[in-house]
C-alpha cells in the first residue's frame, strides 16, 4: 500500500470518497457471502456457530424467562438489520462515492466480518501481527482480521474528522 | 464474572433524542441498568463512535466510559426503565457491541 498523506476514505461535498484497491473490494466480495451464510445459518450442521453467538449476544445473562422474551421481541429485527446492511455494501463495492448510509453500512458490516473472524480466530487482547505464512489458512484469516481492522479505522476516521475545528475529534484513539 | 455490580455511574447528559424519565415507586419501574462489556475484538474508537451515536454523549464521555469498559472489564452507559433499557441493549447488539441489562439494586 503506499503511503499518503491524503486519508483513502474521506468526506467530500459529494458524499463520502472511498479510494481503496480493486483486490480489497475483491476481498470483501468474498467475505461478504460468508457472513450471509453464518447470518442464515448455513455451514456445517450440529455445530453452533460461535460467530453467530457473538452476533447475537445475550441480554438477560442470569434471567431465562427475560432472556426468551428479549431474543422473541428483536432476534428477528437484529438479522433483519445485519442482512439489510450486508446488500447494502455488496451492491457499493465498486462505489467510488458513499451515502451517508452506506458508509454507515460498510462500517458496521466490516465490523461484523471482524466479529465472526475474531471469535473464530479466538483473537486476545494483545493479538499483534504476526508474521503471516502464505499457505496457512489460519495465517491468512489473522492477516485478513487485521486488514479490516485497519479498513474499520479508516471508515470511522470520516466521522471523527466531521468536526475538524474540533480538538475532541482528534484522531489516533487506537 | 463479578458477582456484584458496579455503582451505576452518574446520570448521563440528556440526548436530544431520549425521553425524559419519570420516577414512581411501582417495582416494575425499578430502574435497569445497561453494561457494556470488554472484548478484545472491538475497536476503542469505534466503541466510542457507537456511544457518541446512540447516547449523545460527548467525544469526551464517550471515551471516559470506552476506558472503563477496557480497563474495568464492563462499565454502565445507560439506565433507565426495563424498557428503555432494551431498547438500548437492542440498539448496542446492532452495533456489535457486548452489552447486557440487570435491575439497578
Known sequence: ?174 | MNSSPPPPSPMPAQAPTRESRTTTLVDEDVPWIVLVWNDPINLMGYVVMVLQKLFGYSNTKATELMMDVHEKGRAVVANGTQADAERDVARLHEYGLWATMQKDN
Open chain 1, 1 to 174: 500500500m503506499s503511503f499518503s498523506l491524503r486519508r483513502r476514505i474521506r468526506r467530500t461535498g459529494k458524499g463520502v470518497s472511498i479510494k481503496i484497491e480493486e483486490e480489497e473490494r475483491k476481498l470483501l466480495g468474498h467475505l461478504i457471502p460468508q457472513l450471509r451464510d453464518v447470518l442464515v445459518g448455513v455451514g456445517p450442521t450440529g455445530d453452533v456457530d460461535d460467530g453467530m453467538r457473538r452476533l447475537f449476544p445475550t441480554a438477560h445473562p442470569d434471567d431465562v424467562e427475560n432472556e426468551a422474551e428479549f431474543q422473541g421481541s428483536h432476534r428477528d429485527r437484529l438479522l433483519a438489520v445485519r442482512l439489510d446492511r450486508l446488500e447494502l455494501v455488496e451492491a457499493t463495492l465498486s462505489a467510488e462515492l458513499l451515502t451517508d448510509a452506506e458508509h454507515g453500512a460498510w462500517i458496521t458490516t466490516v465490523n461484523d466480518l471482524r466479529l465472526v473472524l475474531g471469535t473464530r480466530l479466538d483473537v486476545g487482547e494483545e493479538d499483534d501481527h504476526d508474521t503471516v505464512n502464505p499457505d496457512d489458512a489460519a495465517s491468512a484469516a489473522a492477516a485478513t482480521y487485521h486488514y479490516l481492522g485497519h479498513l474499520l479505522s479508516e471508515l470511522i476516521e470520516v466521522v471523527q474528522h466531521d468536526e475538524p475545528d474540533d480538538p475532541r475529534f482528534a484522531p489516533g484513539l487506537d
